[in-house]
């Protein structure tokens, strides 16, 4: 079974410049998580997906950040512009179900983003 | 929101060492994870365990969710277990996992 793909791996911008990040979970897996790793720090949520809806996005920096779903399936995650504090790394999740289901969260490797 | 403590924040051991992880959280949860995040990144999964002991090897996990804490046992411990260890509770409706901040674990030769 193919895990949670990722894409860009690295990326490199300047400070108010844009920057998207792709993910694609695992078949099958209706709910998608978006999180934000600051180094020294524990993941912290950015936005959850239940198919292709909003479930919370609370953290979420709606100024600056964006996330879509469009079709259920793959997500992205954009930044415009991005800041310095920006500089992270970008995790990707995904489950089967939520609520009583099987809520088991499998990572993809992550997009490191630096802003210079 | 729900507060998940780790302890110890950092460990040093040497090769063949046992430890003891402890990840305390502060209400009650539906589920726990137990994770590794190697050092390219990758959070790779250990456990998915809300209440009682499961073993995979040389690691086991015991919740006790009505003590609001979670253990993780690396026995034997090797190289390749370095690393941080991360645990993530499952918390009221909400069905996200928050993270704490982690164990960094090194273990030498």
């Known amino acids: 079974e193919a895990g949670v793909a990722q894409s860009p791996r690295y990326k490199i911008i300047e400070k108010r410049q844009s920057v998207a990040f792709w993910c694609n979970p695992i078949s099958g897996h209706a709910t998608l998580y978006w999180y934000q790793q600051i180094l020294g720090q524990g993941p912290k949520l950015l936005i959850q997906?239940?198919?292709?809806?909003?479930?919370?996005d609370s953290q979420l920096p709606k100024d600056r950040f964006s996330a879509e779903r469009l079709k259920g399936v793959d997500s992205t995650l954009k930044i415009q512009p991005a800041k310095l504090e920006d500089s992270a790394v970008y995790l990707c999740?995904?489950?089967?179900?939520?609520?009583?289901?099987?809520?088991?969260?499998?990572f993809g490797q992550g997009t490191r983003l630096t802003v210079v | 929101g729900i507060q998940v403590e780790q302890s110890p924040p950092d460990l040093i051991l040497q090769e063949g060492a046992n430890s003891t992880l402890r990840c305390n959280f502060s209400?009650?949860?539906?589920?726990l994870q137990w994770f590794h995040q190697n050092p390219w990144g990758q959070l790779i999964n250990l456990f998915y365990?809300?209440?009682g002991t499961k073993q995979n090897g040389r690691l086991s996990a015991t919740t006790v969710a009505t003590e609001r804490y979670s253990l993780l046992y690396i026995s034997s411990s090797q190289t390749t277990d370095s690393g941080v260890y991360f645990c993530?509770?499952?918390?009221?409706?909400?069905?996200?996992?928050?993270f704490g901040r982690g164990t960094s674990l090194i273990v030498h030769p």
């Open positions: 997906f239940q198919n292709n809806g909003v479930v919370d």
């Open positions: 365990i809300p209440s």
């Open positions: 999740a995904s489950s089967l179900e939520r609520g009583q289901g099987n809520t088991e969260a499998f």
């Open positions: 993530a509770v499952y918390h009221g409706g909400s069905y996200i996992p928050t």
């Open positions: 209400d009650s949860v539906n589920n």
